[in-house]
């Protein structure tokens, strides 16, 4: 069984594990990420919770979706870790406003 164990080290890191490529599952899942990271950054910004309610909305319509129809188990990762951000820094925007005030 040594080529059971060659088959698994892999140095690089990907999103594509199970060797066939997902553009769009990949790209939903690193956009989840990146919004969600920056509602987060900005839900800690009172005067941006106009920005980070919207822009929280956006990230987790998206992330859900991403997450229905994605393929491999890195891009879950990504795309959970994107979710949790980004509720997050919305209910944070939502707390300091909302969409309006």
């Given at each position: 069984?040594?080529?059971?164990?060659?088959?698994?080290?892999?140095?690089?890191?990907?999103?594509?594990s199970d060797g066939q490529q997902h553009p769009l599952e990949n790209s939903l899942a690193v956009f989840t990420l990146v919004t969600g990271l920056i509602v987060f950054a900005v839900g800690w910004v009172v005067?941006?919770?106009a920005l980070a309610s919207v822009l929280g909305i956006v990230s987790m319509l998206v992330g859900l979706y991403a997450q229905l129809i994605s393929a491999t188990r890195q891009e879950r990762m990504l795309i959970v870790t994107g979710l949790v951000a980004a509720f997050v820094g919305t209910a944070l925007g939502f707390g300091h406003g909302g969409f309006w005030s």
């Open positions: 069984m040594p080529e059971a164990a060659s088959a698994r080290s892999s140095s690089h890191l990907t999103l594509n005067r941006l919770h």
